[in-house]
């Protein structure tokens, strides 16, 4: 199924919309901060290169022309403060991932952002948006509920930076 996203979305705070190529030293700083690090499957990087190079990838897989990947820069007044990308799509389903920078959390921005996005993956013609936490990230688990979400019975067990951790799924259907 062909990703068309929407050139912006806008939402009563925010703006959702393809990166700018400015905006790599911020998606880097995304990337590579610890705290987006405890919850967010994000590669270890052995350089800033590296990290670089993923945020280049982001960038083009933010373009609307780029229909096999959704990868939406999520801004406040003008300020990168996260991002929604998917994780992978099969049958008319998408997952999707989501990080706000620790600075903006606790406010809302996560709800509004993946709200407004399940919003567009249906217009998309997708039939059902999943996306997972780690079992002890209640605040994500949190925005899920909100986004009207519901608990699968689904689980995985992961390793991730050498820590075996529980990750969880919700999803919603296109009604």
Known sequence: MLITQADCIRTGR?????????????????????E???????????????????????????????????????YLDGTLIGFVNDCGTEDGEIEIGYVIHPDYKGRGYATEAVSAVIGDLFRMGFQRVTAGFFEENAASRRVM???GMQ?????ERIEYRGVSRVCR???IQNS
Do not use: W
């Open 151 to 155: 608990p699968l019975e689904r689980s």
């Open 14 to 34: 925010l703006e959702l919309r393809s990166y700018e190529s400015g905006d790599a030293k911020r998606i880097v700083e995304l990337l590579t901060n610890p």
């Open 145 to 147: 509920e909100k986004c």
């Open 169 to 171: 799924y919700f999803s």
């Open 36 to 74: 987006v690090g405890k919850t967010f499957m994000v590669p270890g990087f052995q350089s800033e290169q590296q990290a670089l190079d993923l945020a280049h990838k982001l960038i083009a897989f933010s373009k609307t022309e780029d229909t096999a990947h959704l990868e939406y820069g999520i």
